[in-house]
Structures are given as C-alpha cells and as structure tokens.
C-alpha cells in the first residue's frame, strides 16, 4: 500500500511516503481463512519522511522506516549543500541486521551528509536467517526458521562522485562485525546439524569491506535502459578479517511497443575468496523469482536471475500484465562453506511464471500479481506504491 501526502511548514515541504507490499500464500487463502496475524507477518513496507529545508539554508532531513517479514530498521540523515562539482562525503555508522540499501536511499543525490541507524532492541539488530539458512515449505513457496539469527554492527565512511547526465558513483568504507546467535540471544558457532555459521569458525566474523557502485540510466518517452555495478573487496587489514571479492550486476531494458511495455531484467553476480555461508546469494522470492520463498530455490556462490514482464493497457487506468522469473545457482551452492543450499533440498534451479492486474490511482498504482512456481503451488502478492505505471 503506498501514498505520499506533502506538508507546507512555513516556506518547507514535508514530504511524507507510505508503501508496503503484501504477500499471500495459497494456504492463507479462503477457504478458509487463516489468522490474521500470520498474514499481516507477511507485510512488508516502508514509511519515508523528507524535509528539504530544515533550517531555511537547503538542510535535508530524511528518516526511513523499513518493515521486512523477518526484520526492521529505522535511518535518520542530516544533509548539508556542497558545491555539485565538490565529492560528495559522508559519514555513517549503521547497526544493521542484514544487508539492506536504506544508508545508500538516504543518500542518493544528496550533499554532504551524516546518517545514524540505531538499534530498537533485538528485534531490529537481529533477524532470522532465512535466505540461507531456511527450509523450503509450503512447496517452496515459502522459507522456515531454523533458529539461526544475525546480529551486524557496521560503520564507515563513505565517498559520493559528482553525478553526470547519466552516470552516479561512489565509494565506502566500512568495518562489519557479524554475529550469529540463536533465539535467545546467544552467541552460536554451529547450526544444528554441527556445520559452521561463520567463515572464520567463531562466534563471530569480523571483515572491512571497500565498496564501488557506478550506476548508468538512460531514459526516455519510448524506452529506457538502467545498468547497476557493485564490486566489494575484503580487505586483510585487522587480524582474522575475511578476505574476498563480491561483484553484481544488475541491467534492466524496457521498450514501448505500440500502447504496450515491455521490461526485461539480467542479474548476476560472484563472490571469490574467503566466505561465510551468509554471504551466499540468495535465490528466490519477491524481486527475484517470484512464486519462491526467500532464498527457496537456492544459494551460491555464483547467481543468475532473468525477468521479464510484457504490460498490456486494458483501460484508462488499468492494466494488465504477463510475467516469467527464473533464477539459478549455477551449481556453485557445493562450494558455499557447509554446503547450507543443498543440506536443506533446494533445487538450485527455478522458475515461476504468471499474471497480474496493475490499477494506477492519484496514491499510487495498485498491484495484484499471481505467480505460479515449477511445483504448481501458487502465489498472490498485493501492493500498492507511489511509483506509478510504465
């Protein structure tokens, strides 16, 4: 569900934006109804706050609240104007759970800044590990806890380049300290099968990690063409600090054919040296395949995910939409450390195909997309965002 109301303070806008999305599993279905609260753990969504002129001098005040199935977190960040053709620096410290893009929203576009994420309680700086670590139920239409958590301390420093027509860059640095713990809170090495959680074998890893993203957009009235590139490289600077390199790259092509739209999307990545198993990436669920539970087709080393949607307009404000997602592993989950994917009879390989309807309102545009997985289980997400149609 999204809306986004603007609030006139004095010569200031306040920007306020609400968007979440719901996903229904064939078992929370009538008939018949299961509890309300199952569905509602299954909410996810985000409540954004931006106050372009906090002290009348162009200050940016933007507060970020995130919602998962299995996590929260809440960004808070001060910005003050810099010359455009001046590096764009900030400086962050984040207590996080799991590895998120609200730091890197906050401070998109955006001068110089400082960003804080606390920790709420444990709640918010712990989540279940999932992706990884869960078992696929519900024929894979969904993930199960284990009982494993991870509790993530991060902080560093970061770099943004000046932006050009349509390129975007930056830089960071920052200190991870991770920690996997059970769901009373303690500190655990193992999993319950006595395979290590952590690369290093301990109650914890440590790692710094200099990141590069470059991003490219090329838009117009008949198409667009977006190219996203992050690399990370773990860097031996503290004793015992994971060394390794992470790469993904994420290109999206959509093309207007007539009164319709097409959208494709590649993503791959690669992870080379020291690894944890929760580094793995994931394969699996809303904005990968969909029809999957989080993770539940599969973890590896290497991933590759394709989409593709073709939207038809059906009415003024209405379309409709035909979509396929698939996604593998490449079979690289043997060579994660403990070998999580294949332990828990993740095939590795999957593909969810379906239909959706999209409403575009003055709110935002309303999403009813139903997916079906290769096991035939089906899947019904619900959204409503600001982001509006093709």
């Known amino acids: 569900m999204g809306a986004q109301q603007s609030v006139n303070a004095g010569k200031a806008k306040v920007d306020m934006q609400l968007d979440l999305t719901h996903m229904l599993c064939e078992a929370l279905l009538p ?11 299954q909410i996810v969504g985000r409540i954004s706050l931006k106050h372009p002129s906090l002290f009348g001098r162009s200050e940016k005040l933007d507060v970020i609240l995130d919602k998962g199935i299995n ?46 994420s606390p920790g709420l309680s444990n709640q918010h700086s712990m989540t279940p590990e999932v992706a990884v670590h869960g078992f696929p139920a519900d024929n894979f239409t969904r993930s199960g ?42 500190s655990i090495a193992r999993g319950h099968d006595g395979f290590p959680l952590t690369c290093s074998g301990n109650l914890h890893d440590n790692m710094i990690i200099l990141k590069q993203e470059s991003g490219y957009a090329d838009v117009n009235d008949n198409s667009f063409l977006k190219v996203n590139f992050q690399m990370e490289q773990g860097l031996p600077l503290v004793p015992k600090s994971l060394t390794f390199n992470r790469v993904k790259c994420a290109v999206s092509k959509g093309i207007k ?26 394969i699996g669920g809303l904005g990968s395949v969909r029809g999957y539970g989080e993770g539940a087709v599969g973890s590896g080393r290497l991933c590759l995910v394709a989409n593709c949607e073709y939207t ?11 979509f396929m997602d698939c996604g593998s ?4 989950a043997c060579h994660v450390p403990g070998n999580p994917s294949l332990r828990q009879g993740k095939p590795g390989f999957g593909i969810g195909f379906g ?14 997309d139903y997916a079906m997985n290769a096991f035939s289980r089906k899947t019904i997400y619900f959204g409503i965002n600001s982001s509006g149609g093709s």
Request: no cysteine; aromatic share 8%.
């Open 71 to 116: 996590d929260s977190n809440v960004a808070v960040a001060f910005r003050r104007p810099r010359p455009e053709w001046l590096s764009q620096q900030s400086f962050v410290i984040q207590l996080k759970h799991r590895e998120t893009h609200i730091v890197d929203d906050l401070l998109n576009d955006s001068p110089q800044s400082f960003s804080f």
């Open 31 to 41: 008939p018949p109804l299961r509890s309300s609260g199952v569905a509602l753990s």
């Open 355 to 368: 239909y959706g309807l999209h409403f575009n309102t003055d709110l935002g545009q309303i999403r009813v």
């Open 145 to 186: 806890s284990r009982g494993i958590n991870l509790s993530r301390l991060s902080f560093g420093l970061e770099l943004n380049e000046p932006a050009t027509s349509n390129w975007t860059s930056g830089t960071s640095v920052k200190f991870e300290h991770i920690r996997p713990v059970n769901n009373q809170g303690r």
């Open 312 to 322: 038809i307009p059906l009415a003024k404000h209405l379309e409709g939409s035909i």
């Open 257 to 282: 054919l007539g009164p319709t739209f097409l959208v494709t999307s590649l993503t791959g990545g690669s992870i080379v040296g020291d690894m944890a198993p929760y580094q793995a990436f994931a």
């Open 329 to 332: 592993d490449l079979g690289s």
